[in-house]
């Protein structure tokens, strides 16, 4: 544990915003999830919302949030063409 004061105010606030990352990360997992699983549209645009949102965080690197994105882009277009 730091003993310096704005060093314990560090450990606090990333301790708050690992949490808030942790939770915006589970609910795009499940996002996508619920995406791949129901074939619908608007379910995988949701997903889609979702991912830039967390990319508009920096919670998740630009080009993962692309790779993502084109993944249910992927999905969307076999669900289309069906």
């Known amino acids: 544990m730091p003993n310096i004061k704005s060093a314990k105010k560090?450990?606090?606030v990333a301790e708050k915003k690992t949490?808030?990352?942790?939770?915006?990360?589970?609910?795009?997992?499940?996002?996508?999830?619920?995406a791949k699983a129901s074939n619908g549209a608007e379910q995988i645009n949701y997903a889609i919302k979702r991912v830039d949102q967390?990319?508009?965080?920096?919670?998740?690197?630009?080009?993962?949030?692309?790779?993502?994105?084109?993944?249910?882009a992927k999905?969307?277009?076999a669900v289309a063409a069906e």
Request: charged share 35%.
């Open 19 to 34: 949490l808030a990352n942790k939770i915006v990360k589970s609910e795009l997992k499940t996002a996508i999830k619920k």
């Open 54 to 72: 967390a990319a508009a965080k920096n919670i998740f690197h630009k080009n993962k949030a692309n790779r993502k994105k084109s993944q249910l």
């Open 75 to 77: 999905l969307a277009n």
């Open 10 to 12: 560090r450990v606090k």
